[in-house]
């Protein structure tokens, strides 16, 4: 169960009895939620997700392709927050659940700085296109759904788990409350607080006085608290620029630790500026089969395609959890609906150039916020399709300010632990692999993976093989080629 929202002032909403036609198509009332709180979730996962338009493009842009062509950074930002605007109000119409997504980051810089290399960029993208493909193909017949049947509930709740505990990593090393130790390989340990342990710059301060006060806030259960926590981040932000003439973290190439993270907190000098779509359509699905052989393709959309299929299936196993919308089986309203969208997006972002679109974990900021119909993600849409047009205003809010709700949603988050059996070892010993390796490996994946191969592994070593799913089996298959994949790849290529 997760931490309810405080109630609205006004009537209460009456699940047996929409309001209007609205009311009704997307649940607001069946799911106890308001337009008021929608609208706020809305705001706070585009500002969790808005940096997405500025990174993507500085990952993807700062690659070269085997021809030694570059993407365009203008045109990578529009094209990112077109594609990400466009999938989020799919995903709100068609499955009525509030997922945003955007590019994937890990699957960017895979894209990026392995495949590209390798190829034309427009191969590259067509190898993307690819996947979602295949991915919606999966959906279609109705595999993908079957497959996430198939992971027992607990399971599923380490997931939701170790996502909490994800979140909080990037929230804390986004902001630069965590770093890794300059020089880790001759230390005892490979992280600590802050600059040589300690909080010795202006944008981590921020990010503290940020936290506290949205804590503050959700402990007195305030409407709005981690929007509120996020904008009144960003205004001490901006005032700390101004007065203090911080800057970014990377000045001129040379790096600056006291600096803001990505985004610097500054009024731009412009506001309206037109969008660049000149790499839309830019991809190609065959020439990279016939340009390095069809292993090096194939190898490249199995990753793709394994990591794609199962950080969605735990990014909507978390959303859920958090908004209390899970049924007995661990499963969302529409589960097939969320899982098609994310396959189209996937598509759709290698026919943009911005790379594989995905289910953003971020989204939980919303849903903390009270979130739980697709009326969320029109207001989270609009927002990246307006912020084509207003990337520079977008670029307001640093790391440092829209950090501090990942910290608070990945508590909320994690609160569903006490519902695992940890005197079931059977069970618990999977549920902690997956919760701990999300976080400590980077990746949902890895955490799934570990936990879905653990858990056959037990259940055969228990004599107890016919408890487990016929398709679990073929799933932990798979994720041992994943993991294996290195090996693989360094034997055949």
């Given at each position: 169960?997760?931490?309810?929202?405080?109630?609205?002032?006004?009537?209460?909403?009456?699940?047996?009895?929409?309001?209007?036609?609205?009311?009704?198509?997307?649940?607001?009332?069946?799911?106890?939620?308001?337009?008021?709180?929608?609208?706020?979730?809305?705001?706070?996962?585009?500002?969790?997700?808005?940096?997405?338009?500025?990174?993507?493009p500085l990952i993807l842009g700062g690659a070269e392709d085997a021809d030694g062509r570059t993407l365009a950074i203008p045109?990578?930002?529009?094209?990112?927050?077109?594609?990400?605007?466009?999938?989020?109000?799919?995903?709100?119409?068609?499955?009525?659940?509030?997922?945003?997504?955007?590019?994937?980051?890990?699957?960017?810089?895979?894209?990026?700085?392995?495949?590209?290399?390798?190829?034309?960029?427009?191969?590259?993208?067509?190898?993307?296109?690819?996947?979602?493909?295949?991915?919606?193909?999966?959906?279609?017949?109705?595999?993908?759904?079957?497959?996430?049947?198939?992971?027992?509930?607990?399971?599923?709740?380490?997931?939701?788990?170790?996502?909490?505990?994800?979140?909080?990593?990037?929230?804390?090393?986004?902001?630069?409350?965590?770093?890794?130790?300059?020089?880790?390989?001759?230390?005892?340990?490979?992280?600590?607080?802050?600059?040589?342990?300690?909080?010795?710059?202006?944008?981590?301060?921020?990010?503290?006085?940020?936290?506290?006060?949205?804590?503050?806030?959700?402990?007195?259960?305030?409407?709005?608290?981690?929007?509120?926590?996020?904008?009144?981040?960003?205004?001490?932000?901006?005032?700390?620029?101004?007065?203090?003439?911080?800057?970014?973290?990377?000045?001129?190439?040379?790096?600056?630790?006291?600096?803001?993270?990505?985004?610097?907190?500054?009024?731009?000098?412009?506001?309206?500026?037109?969008?660049?779509?000149?790499?839309?359509?830019?991809?190609?699905?065959?020439?990279?089969?016939?340009?390095?052989?069809?292993?090096?393709?194939?190898?490249?959309?199995?990753?793709?395609?394994?990591?794609?299929?199962?950080?969605?299936?735990?990014?909507?196993?978390?959303?859920?959890?958090?908004?209390?919308?899970?049924?007995e089986q661990g499963t969302p309203p529409r589960a097939k609906e969320i899982l098609l969208v994310d396959s189209i997006a996937?598509?759709?972002?290698?026919?943009?150039?911005?790379?594989?679109?995905?289910?953003?974990?971020?989204?939980?900021?919303?849903?903390?916020?009270?979130?739980?119909?697709?009326?969320?993600?029109?207001?989270?849409?609009?927002?990246?399709?307006?912020?084509?047009?207003?990337?520079?205003?977008?670029?307001?809010?640093?790391?440092?300010?829209?950090?501090?709700?990942?910290?608070?949603?990945?508590?909320?988050?994690?609160?569903?632990?006490?519902?695992?059996?940890?005197?079931?070892?059977?069970?618990?010993?999977?549920?902690?692999?997956?919760?701990?390796?999300?976080?400590?490996?980077?990746?949902?994946?890895?955490?799934?993976?570990?936990?879905?191969?653990?858990?056959?592994?037990?259940?055969?070593?228990?004599g107890k093989a016919r408890e487990v799913h016929p398709l679990l089996y073929g799933v932990a298959a798979l994720f041992i080629?994943?993991?294996?994949?290195?090996?693989?790849?360094?034997?055949?290529?």
């Amino acid at each position: 169960m997760s931490i309810a929202p405080p109630p609205d002032h006004g009537t209460p909403p009456d699940p047996a009895h929409p309001r209007n036609a609205f009311d009704r198509y997307f649940e607001i009332s069946a799911r106890r939620s308001t337009t008021g709180r929608e609208i706020r979730g809305g705001f706070a996962t585009f500002f969790t997700m808005a940096y997405i338009v500025v990174l993507n493009p500085l990952i993807l842009g700062g690659a070269e392709d085997a021809d030694g062509r570059t993407l365009a950074i203008p045109a990578l930002a529009a094209a990112t927050a077109l594609v990400a605007g466009l999938m989020t109000i799919l995903m709100g119409v068609v499955a009525r659940f509030p997922i945003a997504l955007a590019a994937g980051l890990g699957v960017n810089a895979l894209v990026a700085f392995e495949i590209a290399p390798q190829m034309t960029w427009a191969d590259a993208m067509g190898l993307v296109v690819i996947e979602g493909v295949l991915i919606g193909i999966l959906v279609l017949t109705g595999l993908r759904t079957a497959v996430f049947r198939s992971v027992p509930t607990q399971l599923k709740t380490a997931i939701g788990v170790g996502i909490g505990l994800f979140l909080t990593i990037i929230g804390l090393v986004d902001a630069g409350f965590v770093r890794r130790v300059p020089d880790a390989a001759n230390s005892t340990v490979p992280v600590g607080l802050g600059i040589n342990g300690k909080i010795v710059s202006w944008p981590m301060l921020v990010f503290v006085v940020g936290l506290l006060i949205t804590v503050v806030l959700v402990v007195r259960r305030v409407r709005g608290a981690i929007l509120i926590g996020i904008l009144a981040s960003t205004v001490l932000a901006v005032v700390v620029e101004a007065i203090g003439n911080i800057g970014p973290s990377f000045v001129d190439g040379k790096p600056n630790p006291k600096g803001w993270a990505l985004n610097v907190p500054e009024l731009p000098k412009q506001v309206v500026d037109l969008p660049d779509l000149s790499l839309l359509g830019n991809f190609n699905v065959l020439d990279s089969w016939t340009r390095v052989g069809w292993l090096v393709p194939l190898m490249f959309v199995f990753t793709l395609l394994i990591t794609d299929f199962f950080d969605t299936m735990g990014t909507m196993v978390a959303i859920g959890q958090e908004g209390d919308m899970l049924d007995e089986q661990g499963t969302p309203p529409r589960a097939k609906e969320i899982l098609l969208v994310d396959s189209i997006a996937a598509a759709a972002g290698g026919a943009a150039s911005v790379s594989s679109n995905t289910s953003y974990i971020e989204s939980a900021a919303g849903v903390g916020e009270g979130a739980r119909t697709g009326v969320a993600n029109l207001v989270t849409g609009v927002l990246f399709l307006l912020a084509m047009f207003l990337a520079p205003l977008s670029a307001i809010v640093p790391f440092e300010a829209a950090s501090t709700a990942l910290v608070v949603v990945g508590f909320l988050m994690m609160t569903a632990v006490r519902t695992i059996d940890w005197t079931d070892y059977e069970i618990a010993i999977p549920a902690f692999l997956t919760i701990v390796l999300m976080p400590f490996t980077y990746s949902i994946s890895n955490g799934i993976g570990a936990g879905v191969i653990s858990y056959v592994l037990v259940k055969l070593a228990k004599g107890k093989a016919r408890e487990v799913h016929p398709l679990l089996y073929g799933v932990a298959a798979l994720f041992i080629l994943y993991f294996l994949r290195g090996p693989i790849e360094s034997v055949l290529l």
